[in-house]
C-alpha cells in the first residue's frame, strides 16, 4: 500500500465555497456495493434508501471558536493559534502561525473585535509537541469563546456569513476544531420523516481534531501517525445499537468520526460504553464490526478519511464513483455533496 494509491486530481472549481441552502438539496450519490452500481439523486430523497428499524448514528459535538488571533507581546508580529485540545485548566494543545519562532516563553496578546469593552488574554508558550504544536497557557480560558472565532479549513476562501451553518442541527457537546460535516445536510423537517419511519436515531460524540487538517506525509500509510481524539458513547446509546445489531437491523453511521469512535468501541461484536481516546486508524483490510452503511462527503486526496471510505467499499469502487462525481459537477469536502455507501 502506497500513500499515492489514494491521491487524485480535483479542479478546484468543484471544492464547495459555500454550503447549500437548503441543507437537504444537496446532492446525494449512491454507492451499492452488493451490485457495485451507482444512483444520483438529492439528499432529501435518502430516506428512499433507509428501512424501518435502521439506526442512524449522529456525532452530535459542537465545533468550538477555536481561531484565535493576536500579537507578540514584543513585537509587532500577528500570530494565529488554532485550539485543538484542552489539556488542563486554561492549558491547550495548540497550532500556531508563523511558529517558526514561537518558542518557548513567547508570550501572545489575544484580542478580537468582537469581545466587548476590549476584553483580551494573554497566551504564553510552555513547550513544544510534534510536528509543530505548541503546548500554550491562557491567562483567562473563560474569555476564549468570546475571543475566538469558528476555524473553516484552509480550502475555504469565501467568509462564512452564518457561522451556525457550520455546525449540525443536532450538534450539542462543545469540542471539536472541524465540523462533522456528512451532518451537515440534515434539516430538522428530515429527522421528523426519518421518526416518521421509525428510523432511529443514536448520538454518540467525537471531537473532531487535529488529522482533519493534516495530510498522509508518508509513503507508507501505515506509518501515519494518527492523532487521537476524545469520544464518548453513553451505556445507553451502547444498549440501543447493540440490540439493533443483535435483531439484524443496519447501523449507519452519518460522518467517519462517527465510525472511529463506534468501531474502536466494539470488543467481540459487541459495543461498549466508552470514554476516553480514540487512535483507530482505518485502513483497506480493515473488517468492520458494527458498521452497515455510511453517509458522508467527498474527501481529500491522501486523506485518512479517503482511506476509511476505501476500506469499506473498495479503493477501487470509491475512485470509480469520484470519478463520476468530478464529470457529473459534484461538489466537494466540507461543504460539498454527501454519498450513501450500502
Request: net charge neutral; proline share 6%.
Amino acid at each position: 500500500m502506497n500513500i499515492n494509491d489514494f491521491d487524485y486530481h480535483l479542479p478546484t472549481r468543484l471544492i464547495a465555497q459555500t454550503p447549500v441552502e437548503p441543507r437537504s438539496q444537496s446532492r446525494l450519490m449512491v454507492l451499492h456495493r452488493d451490485s457495485m452500481s451507482i444512483e444520483h439523486h438529492n439528499f432529501h430523497e435518502i430516506p428512499n434508501y433507509l428501512h424501518e428499524g435502521d439506526t442512524l448514528v449522529f456525532n452530535n459535538s459542537r465545533v468550538i471558536p477555536a481561531r484565535l488571533s493576536g500579537q507578540k507581546s514584543d513585537s509587532t508580529t500577528k500570530i494565529e493559534i488554532l485550539l485543538l485540545r484542552r489539556l488542563d485548566i486554561g492549558i491547550w494543545e495548540t497550532l500556531v502561525h508563523p511558529g517558526k519562532k514561537m518558542t518557548i516563553g513567547t508570550k501572545v496578546n489575544i484580542t478580537s473585535k468582537r469581545a466587548s469593552n476590549g476584553k483580551g488574554c494573554l497566551a504564553e508558550v510552555l513547550e513544544y509537541g510534534e510536528n509543530g504544536i505548541r503546548i500554550i497557557r491562557f491567562s483567562n480560558e473563560s474569555l476564549l469563546e468570546e475571543l475566538g472565532e469558528v476555524p473553516l479549513p484552509p480550502y475555504i476562501h469565501t467568509p462564512l456569513a452564518e457561522p451556525e451553518r457550520y455546525q449540525t442541527v443536532y450538534a450539542k457537546i462543545k469540542g471539536s476544531v472541524a465540523a462533522p460535516t456528512a451532518g451537515l445536510h440534515f434539516v430538522p423537517e428530515l429527522l421528523h420523516d426519518l421518526r416518521k419511519k421509525e428510523i432511529q436515531s443514536a448520538f454518540i460524540t467525537l471531537h473532531i481534531g487535529l488529522d482533519t487538517f493534516r495530510p498522509v506525509r508518508v509513503e507508507d500509510p501505515h506509518q501515519h501517525p494518527i492523532h487521537k481524539e476524545y469520544g464518548e458513547i453513553s451505556s445507553e446509546t451502547a444498549a440501543l445499537l447493540n440490540n439493533a445489531k443483535k435483531e439484524g437491523r443496519r447501523i449507519i453511521a452519518v460522518g467517519t468520526s462517527t465510525i472511529r469512535l463506534i468501531e474502536a468501541a466494539t470488543k467481540d461484536g459487541i459495543i461498549q460504553p466508552f470514554g476516553g481516546w480514540v487512535s483507530l486508524f482505518i485502513l483497506p483490510g480493515y473488517r468492520f464490526s458494527i458498521t452497515d452503511a455510511i453517509i458522508t462527503n467527498f474527501h481529500l486526496p491522501k486523506s485518512t478519511l479517503l482511506m476509511l471510505v476505501s476500506a469499506f467499499a473498495s479503493r477501487d469502487f470509491i475512485f470509480q464513483a469520484y470519478e463520476q462525481a468530478k464529470n457529473l459537477g459534484y461538489h466537494f469536502y466540507s461543504f460539498g455533496d454527501a454519498m450513501l455507501i450500502l
